[in-house]
């Protein structure tokens, strides 16, 4: 991503930053009947930390180092936390991490590698969101959360990347999972840059998907609202995707803006669909995505049925995480019913029956 640097407001750090960014864009026909169009797969699973979120930990910590902050913080128990942890030891700086007590190990074992500081803390999760900003002016720590500026500056780059690969065509639509909308804000920011430099004519449509038990951002979508309305803790459920599901996402507004402004629109899916889609991401496309990161093309589908994207348009899913975190922990969604035990001998005879 540093191919980009002159477009960033830090310059090229040292350590895995140089890692974050350049992943791959992989036009795969194996997943077009599933989304029911083009399909190209900007697989963000291939960053250092397999998530998207290391192009804005590349340059948000830095970023925080340079104005003279010794400590990184942030608040997340997912992929968040992975990302800030890794980059901020890579450039041997402090890590504290605030995670709810009631994390599983499995979670805390991934935080815990890069051995930051981690708090456990009890009560209102949810609310340490402002809890965390306040510590942040109070206490020489930087807390990077989901919508630090730097963070999202550094989100922009996928775009670029997205339209180096493809030119000299153009994307019709790009489908990202959206929970606080700070990725969507960088992919926002992103397409506005290459307008101003001249290398945009039309942008894509931006189509945003969020999980069914969450989802302030496509409700203000339908109702035409130009801001999110926070969902109370009952009006919010349990997902698979525990990735996303924001109740009350700090930049929902601009990423409705981006919406809008692109004609694209918001969407939610179930847990089945989600699981569906990451099933279909695996074995149509061979690709091993979490679920939450499964939920584009579950949007995709959705939108080609209401016939909002035509079977000839391209569209560019972004699984925003790897599946591979999942594995081991129980939370997979693997059919292994389909596993079977044989001795050699029989399934040689097998084979060569079969011959
Ligand atoms: C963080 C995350 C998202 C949501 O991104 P926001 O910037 O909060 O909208 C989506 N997918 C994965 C895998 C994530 O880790």
Redesign the pocket.
Known sequence: MWRYEALLPVEQPTGVAQAAGRTPLIRSHALDDAAGCRVYVKD?SENPTG???DRGSAVAVPHAIETGTDVIGTISY???AVSTAAHATSLGRACIVLVPDEIPSARLELIAQYEPTIVQVSGDYGALYADGIALSESLPISVLV?DAPARISG?KTVVFEIYESLAPDTPDAIV???????????VWRGLRDLETLGLLEEPPRLY?VQTATADPITQAFETGATEPTALSPDETGETI?H??G?PD?P?GTR?LAAVRETDGAVVSVSDAEIQSAQRRFAVDGGFCV?P??A?PLAGLTRLSERGEVASDESAVVV???TGFKELGTGNESVDTEQTSRTELPELLDAVLAAH
Request: negative net charge; hydrophobic residues 30%; without cysteine.
């Open positions: 963000e998530a998207y979120k997912g992929n968040m989901s989100y990202l999972p959206t929970s606080s909308g700070g990725f969507a804000s960088g945003l995707a990735s996303i924001n996402p930049s990423a979490e939450a990161a939920t699984p925003t995480g």
